[in-house]
Structure formats: structure tokens, C-alpha cells
């Protein structure tokens, strides 16, 4: 049974930073592509960053750019995103995804976890 566990949201005040996790079982994690995606209060999900299977490869919103990292590792099982600079428009949920390939050519996926709640407030 394929699981994604997210961690490590909270409560942070602006330009504070917090790193979320995400505990993959189930499938080999390494052979496949991950991304993030958050839903802010009455909004869509808007796709936050991927990157492909051997975290050679990486993406990230506009609106995150240069303030978020993205990492993984393989031999834990492990997706990573560390979030600094934090703003009040990024609170919302945050999601895990399990992309169908190893590349992050399409955002095709199959699986995410339950999410956790990221709130940027003073």
C-alpha cells in the first residue's frame, strides 16, 4: 500500500522558516518523480515544486522562488521543503504527490498524503 506522511508545518511568524517532510513506503521512492502542492483558504491547488527521481532536477512557482528548496533522500525514503523567507500568502496545506515517472516532463500523478497545515501569521 502505497503512503505519503507529510510533517512540519505549524505556526511561524513572517520571515520565519520551517521544512516539511514527506515519508514515503509502499513503491520504490527512488524511481520516481515528487512534487509539492498547497491549497490556501478558498483557493486552488497551486503546485509548489517537483523534482524528478535522483533529485537532479528541480522546479519551482513563481511565487517561491528563491525562498524554497526542495530535496529528497532516497536512501530514507524522504521528500523535503525547506521554506524561508516565509509570507503570509503561503499559508495553506501542503501536499505531497507521487508523480507517475521519473521525470517531471508531465505532472501526471497517482498518489498524495493526507497534508499539513503551514500558517504565516504575526
Known amino acids: 500500500e502505497v503512503q505519503l506522511v507529510e510533517s512540519g508545518g505549524g505556526l511561524v511568524q513572517p520571515g520565519g522558516s520551517l521544512r516539511l517532510s514527506c515519508v514515503a513506503s509502499?513503491?520504490?521512492?527512488?524511481?520516481?518523480?515528487m512534487t509539492w502542492v498547497r491549497q490556501a483558504p478558498g483557493k486552488g491547488l497551486e503546485r509548489v515544486s517537483g523534482?524528478?527521481?535522483?533529485?537532479?532536477?528541480?522546479t519551482y512557482a513563481d511565487s517561491v522562488k528563491g525562498r524554497f528548496t526542495i530535496s529528497r533522500d532516497n536512501a530514507k525514503n524522504t521528500l523535503y521543503l525547506q521554506m524561508d523567507s516565509l509570507k503570509l500568502e503561503d499559508t495553506a496545506v501542503y501536499y505531497c504527490?507521487?508523480?507517475?515517472?521519473?521525470?517531471?516532463?508531465?505532472?501526471?500523478?497517482?498518489?498524495w498524503g493526507q497534508g499539513t497545515q503551514v500558517t504565516v501569521s504575526s
Open positions: 504527490r507521487k508523480l507517475k515517472s521519473a521525470t517531471l516532463r508531465r505532472d501526471e500523478f497517482d498518489y
Open positions: 509502499g513503491f520504490s521512492f527512488s524511481s520516481y518523480a
Open positions: 523534482i524528478n527521481s535522483g533529485g537532479t532536477s528541480t
